[in-house]
Each structure stands twice: as structure tokens, then as C-alpha cells.
């Protein structure tokens, strides 16, 4: 592991040396840049705090934040399925969640957009408390399973299986685009 920029000629000829190696019944070399080890890291929720605590010290403040503001925008019982979407848009929107869900895992998910992703599922959960009546509703359905895949994503290892990931990044956006063509019929 090395702490600089990539380098071609470099990576040639550790190239040449791990093959030699392996010619020879040895195991083979490789070499780590600078970004491949920062990938590695924000790729690693754990790796991140611990080599960067800092980004994690409002993280609780955030979502305390989260909670106080849901209870306040959502005081009220919520009568009908279209208000149900429109207040799950509107949180969506607001903690983009389409520009988290765009991003590539393999590359790690900004720390903000996570935060956001947490925050927009605790608001929708204090939706559903705020909608008992539409519990039986296909947007009610829908917004659920979104959230499910959502955190079947969101902590799903990201380095264990990165099709699986894939996978199941696709799987929510398809709930997500469920719950948009529902909201336009």
C-alpha cells in the first residue's frame, strides 16, 4: 500500500513481478494507491468511523433532529392515500433519496447522503404512525415495501457481495418508481 496518486508504469511492473511470481509457485503482489485505499474506506461504515470519527459526531443529533421535526410536520392523523403519498414525496424529496439511491456503492455513499436516507426513513415510519386507518391501502403497501428495501439495502455489507448490492439498489428503486406511476393514476 502506497500513499500516492495512481501510476501506470508502477502498476506494470509490480504487474511483471506478481506474474513472475506466480511462475515461480509464489503468491502474487499487487499494489494499493492512495485511492484504492480511500475507496476501501468509505466503502466500510466501520473503517469510516473509525478512521474518520468526526463525520459521525452529529450523526445521533441529526437524527434526534429528525424525530423532533417529524412529530411536528405530522401532528395530525392522515385521512387519505394521496395525502399519504404526497407527504412521503415531499420527505423523499427533501432528503434525497433519488440521488442516494444513484450512487454507485462500489464507490461508497457520502456520509450526508446516508444521514439523509436515515433521517427520510424515520419520517415516513412517523408517517405510518400518522395513517393507521390506510394501513389496508395499496400506497400504504407500497411505501412499505419501499422502506424494507430500503433497509435491506441500506445495511446489506457492501463488501460481501457487490451484485448483491446491485441487486438490491435495483430492487428499491423499482419500489420507489412503484410508488411514482401509482401516484400518477
Same mark, same amino acid.
Given at each position: 500500500?502506497? !500513499?500516492i496518486? #495512481?501510476?501506470?508504469?508502477? @502498476?506494470?511492473?509490480?504487474? #511483471?513481478?506478481?506474474?513472475?511470481? &506466480?511462475? @515461480?509457485?509464489?503468491?502474487?503482489?499487487? &499494489?494499493?494507491?492512495?485511492?484504492? &485505499?480511500?475507496?476501501?474506506?468509505?466503502?466500510?461504515?466501520t473503517?469510516?468511523?473509525?478512521?474518520?470519527?468526526?463525520?459521525? @459526531?452529529?450523526? &445521533?443529533?441529526?437524527?434526534?433532529?429528525?424525530?423532533?421535526? $417529524?412529530? @411536528?410536520?405530522?401532528?395530525?392523523?392522515?385521512?387519505?392515500?394521496?395525502? +399519504?403519498? /404526497?407527504?412521503?414525496?415531499?420527505?423523499?424529496? !427533501?432528503?434525497?433519496?433519488?440521488?442516494?439511491?444513484?450512487?454507485?456503492?462500489?464507490?461508497?455513499?457520502?456520509?450526508?447522503?446516508? #444521514?439523509? !436516507?436515515?433521517v427520510?426513513?424515520? $419520517?415516513?415510519?412517523?408517517?405510518?404512525?400518522?395513517?393507521?386507518? +390506510?394501513?389496508?391501502?395499496?400506497?400504504? $403497501?407500497?411505501?412499505?415495501?419501499?422502506?424494507?428495501?430500503?433497509? /435491506?439495502?441500506?445495511?446489506? #455489507?457492501?463488501?460481501?457481495?457487490? /451484485?448483491?448490492?446491485?441487486?438490491?439498489?435495483?430492487?428499491?428503486?423499482?419500489?420507489?418508481?412503484?410508488?411514482?406511476?401509482?401516484?400518477?393514476?
Amino acid at each position: 500500500m502506497v !500513499a500516492i496518486e #495512481n501510476d501506470v508504469t508502477l @502498476q506494470e511492473h509490480i504487474c #511483471n513481478i506478481s506474474l513472475k511470481r &506466480i511462475e @515461480q509457485g509464489k503468491w502474487p503482489v499487487k &499494489i494499493l494507491f492512495w485511492d484504492d &485505499i480511500v475507496h476501501s474506506i468509505k466503502s466500510d461504515q466501520t473503517m469510516l468511523r473509525l478512521y474518520y470519527p468526526e463525520l459521525y @459526531q452529529g450523526h &445521533i443529533e441529526v437524527l434526534a433532529e429528525a424525530s423532533m421535526d $417529524a412529530c @411536528q410536520k405530522y401532528p395530525t392523523i392522515i385521512q387519505n392515500a394521496h395525502e +399519504l403519498r /404526497k407527504l412521503f414525496f415531499t420527505e423523499a424529496v !427533501a432528503q434525497r433519496i433519488e440521488e442516494f439511491l444513484e450512487c454507485d456503492p462500489t464507490y461508497g455513499i457520502p456520509l450526508d447522503l446516508t #444521514n439523509s !436516507a436515515n433521517v427520510c426513513v424515520y $419520517a415516513i415510519r412517523k408517517l405510518f404512525q400518522r395513517s393507521p386507518m +390506510l394501513i389496508d391501502s395499496n400506497s400504504y $403497501a407500497l411505501i412499505n415495501a419501499f422502506l424494507n428495501s430500503l433497509n /435491506k439495502y441500506h445495511t446489506a #455489507n457492501k463488501e460481501s457481495d457487490i /451484485k448483491e448490492v446491485e441487486k438490491l439498489r435495483k430492487e428499491v428503486i423499482e419500489k420507489y418508481e412503484e410508488i411514482k406511476e401509482e401516484s400518477l393514476i
